[in-house]
């Protein structure tokens, strides 16, 4: 009885010396700005979310070396979500309790847009490197998200407007994964070209991923006398819809998406691959801006930069400098700052449309020459 | 009218590839009646063999069909192996346990298999050669069945008769048969019977690793993860034509192939998998035995 009271006491004793660092803690957190960073920082897409850290971590290293925002120091607070909805909830609701004045972040699109919510109620700016989906920032719902990635709503712009203006065709399939992704491209796509009226979606389907293989799909494709076939998806799907047309045959045009802008795409279908067109962000390896940070990265991690690097980078550089125009943290003064102030970044100079797209952010259309893509002007 | 036969033959020929991988499922479940969820992994291991050696030879420069031979040749023996392995190391020591133990054994069994392939090689997708030539006389008909296409049905067929051919009319076939009867009794009139479920297990593995290595040059690529989608396919397809019985299997597997090829090319590939699944339950509905299976009382 003695005993457990005893231990008791060492609990609550423990208990205030926490709560006691805690104090201090925010204490000397009013005095720096806080950038939560949200994404994926463990399981099986963590590769994803890693390197939003670390480009976060590069930026907020120059700023403090440089004084920091307003006189302020800036904090990093870097929170896992697994890419996880419902994860993601509890991700945003510890940065919002931890006080954080804006949020880098989150990876996924179906995380973003649980944690969206949360973030919006507490008047909290969240800008992502890499949710792709449209409806975060055409729904209207979530006037605080803002991205540095194209939305799948421009990817299927351009590969519609490729295929409608450069290329000339006129009866196009359009072909999907059934997937979130892959099916939400192909019906923008599909959209687009029938409100365009200048060429018939002669085909729209959607195809089982890894089923044992697509002849019929492919035959209906042959049938339905299409040029192009227009798929959104990843590339394993691709592979096997491409393979499939040449071994019939077939000169059937693919044009696909970032899902199949992937080395292993050509690996995989190698001389099938040639001449397959697919769009991606566009090539900013030229960028002054992005040698510096990539050569940043090599220097302190040792590694080249992964997934979504620069886009991470260009986020931090236009939340540090949106806090600094507006010259405060506040929300109406960050929105107006994000969506009037352009900012340098290694993806061009970019700022925000209305709905939080980021404007000078661009796709563009690559084709496999010669085994590796090759990026069209 | 070509669309037709197009359509028909592309049906075939998945019907023919679930064929290979519903045999040994088909007949594992009627010696001991264990449906063997390990099966589609066996299917997997003998692409991946059939990868290394084929990758190997091309280096050694054989032309292609000697490379096809070798490989598959290589991935019978080393699935078989396999088959073998699996069957001693989780199921056997399962024999008189309830019919859930093994079955629960089966599934971490393809559990584990799935992983090790995936921290063993990759979890990409790997590029497999075409190791099955264009054949210059088919060339008019390409866009209707290709040659790979010919050689998997060819094979497929031959692959049918000799296993026939082996249960109806050699010892051993008439062993598995007694086997597959009654236990007991054939152990009473001196058939080896753990002897006989190795047999079967080597069988089915070998006849799941000649259909991996023909299908995955087919298509062109694997992975660790093919085994599982074709192995429900399959199983799907051997419960169809009725779980024990080969010729079912066969039957099984030809109608779920056409009944998807069928679906996709008149109404969409959308719902490919409704119509298949939505067959499955009317034909268990009014024969609960599968199309050719027979009814058998519950033994007590």
New interface residues.
């Given amino acids: 009885m003695k005993k457990k009271s005893w231990g008791k006491s060492v609990a609550v004793a423990i208990i205030c010396m926490f709560a006691v660092f805690a104090m201090t803690g925010t204490g000397i957190a009013a005095e720096t700005i806080k950038i939560g960073v949200a994404g994926a920082h463990s399981g099986d897409l963590a590769s994803y979310g890693i390197p939003s850290i670390k480009a976060a971590e590069l930026v907020v290293k120059d700023i403090n070396a440089k004084g920091g925002i307003l006189g302020r120091k800036v904090e990093l607070l870097p929170e896992d979500d697994v890419c996880k909805p419902e994860v993601a909830t509890n991700t945003a609701t510890k940065l919002v309790s931890k006080g954080v004045h804006v949020v880098l972040g989150h990876i996924c699109s179906g995380a973003t847009k649980a944690a969206l919510g949360i973030y919006n109620d507490s008047k909290i700016i969240v800008m992502s490197p890499s949710a792709t989906n449209p409806a975060l920032t055409h729904s209207g719902n979530y006037p605080n998200f803002y991205r540095t990635i194209a939305s799948d709503y421009v990817q299927a712009r351009v590969e519609v407007d490729f295929a409608l203006d450069e290329m000339k065709f006129k009866k196009i399939a359009v072909i999907h994964d059934?997937g979130d992704y892959g099916k939400g491209l192909a019906e923008l796509a599909k959209k687009f070209l029938e409100d365009s009226g200048k060429a018939e979606v002669v085909l729209y389907?959607?195809?089982?991923p890894?089923?044992?293989?697509?002849?019929?799909?492919i035959?209906?494709i042959?049938?339905s006398k299409a040029e192009a076939v227009i798929f959104g998806g990843y590339?394993?799907e691709a592979?096997?819809i491409v393979?499939g047309m040449r071994?019939?045959?077939?000169k059937t045009v693919l044009i696909s998406d970032d899902g199949v802008k992937d080395d292993?795409f050509i690996?995989?279908?190698?001389k099938y691959a040639e001449g397959v067109y697919a769009t991606g962000p566009k090539d900013t390896s030229e960028n002054p801006m992005t040698i510096a940070a990539t050569e940043a990265h090599k220097k302190t991690y040792g590694s080249d930069p992964g997934a979504f690097f620069l886009n991470a980078y260009a986020a931090t550089l236009a939340l540090a400098n949106a806090i600094e125009k507006a010259g405060s943290t506040d929300y109406d003064a960050l929105s107006k700052a994000l969506k009037t102030e352009f900012v340098e970044t290694p993806l061009g100079k970019i700022s925000f449309d209305e709905r939080g797209d980021a404007i000078g952010v661009g796709i563009s259309v690559y084709q496999v020459q010669n085994g590796v893509y090759v990026e069209l002007k | 009218m070509e669309?037709f036969l197009?359509?028909f033959l592309?049906?075939m020929?998945?019907g023919s590839?679930?064929a290979l991988i519903a045999l040994g499922y088909t007949m594992v479940y009627g010696i001991i009646q264990l449906i063997n969820f390990a099966h589609g992994e066996i299917y997997m291991i003998g692409a991946f063999t059939g990868l290394i050696v084929a990758s190997i030879l091309t280096l050694a420069g054989l032309n292609s069909i000697a490379i096809l031979v070798l490989a598959s040749v290589a991935a019978v023996i080393y699935s078989a192996a396999y088959g073998f392995t699996i069957e001693k190391l989780a199921y056997k020591p399962l024999r008189q346990a309830p019919r859930l133990s093994p079955l629960i054994s089966a599934i971490g069994m393809s559990i584990f298999l799935q992983n090790y392939v995936l921290l063993a090689q990759t979890s990409?997708?790997?590029?497999f050669p075409s190791l099955i030539p264009e054949f210059e006389f088919m060339d008019p008909y390409?866009?209707i069945i290709?040659s790979?296409?010919v050689v998997i049905l060819i094979t497929t067929a031959v692959v049918m008769v000799l296993l026939t051919f082996l249960i109806k009319f050699t010892k051993i076939g008439k062993a598995m048969r007694a086997t597959a009867q009654d236990r007991n009794m054939a152990m009473l009139v001196g058939v080896n019977v753990d002897w006989i479920i190795s047999f079967t297990f080597v069988i089915g593995s070998a006849t799941a690793a000649i259909g991996g290595v023909l299908?995955a040059s087919?298509?062109?690529?694997i992975?660790f993860?093919?085994g599982f989608?074709?192995g429900i396919?399959a199983f799907t397809a051997a419960v169809l034509g009725g779980i024990g019985s080969i010729p079912g299997a066969v039957l099984g597997s030809f109608v779920l192939g056409w009944t998807?090829?069928?679906a996709?090319?008149y109404v969409?590939?959308?719902y490919?998998?409704v119509f298949a699944f939505v067959l499955l339950v009317l034909i268990l509905i009014f024969r609960p035995e599968g199309i050719l299976g027979r009814s058998t009382t519950q033994k007590v």
């Fill in positions: 059934k389907e959607g195809v089982t890894g089923a044992v293989d697509y002849s019929a799909v035959q209906k042959r049938r590339h394993p592979s096997k393979m071994k019939k045959r077939m292993t690996k995989v279908a190698k | 669309y197009e359509i592309g049906g020929t998945r590839i679930y990409d997708f790997l590029p390409a866009h290709g790979a296409e299908i087919h298509i062109g690529m992975n993860y093919i989608i074709a396919k998807e090829s069928f996709t090319g969409s590939s959308d490919e998998d």
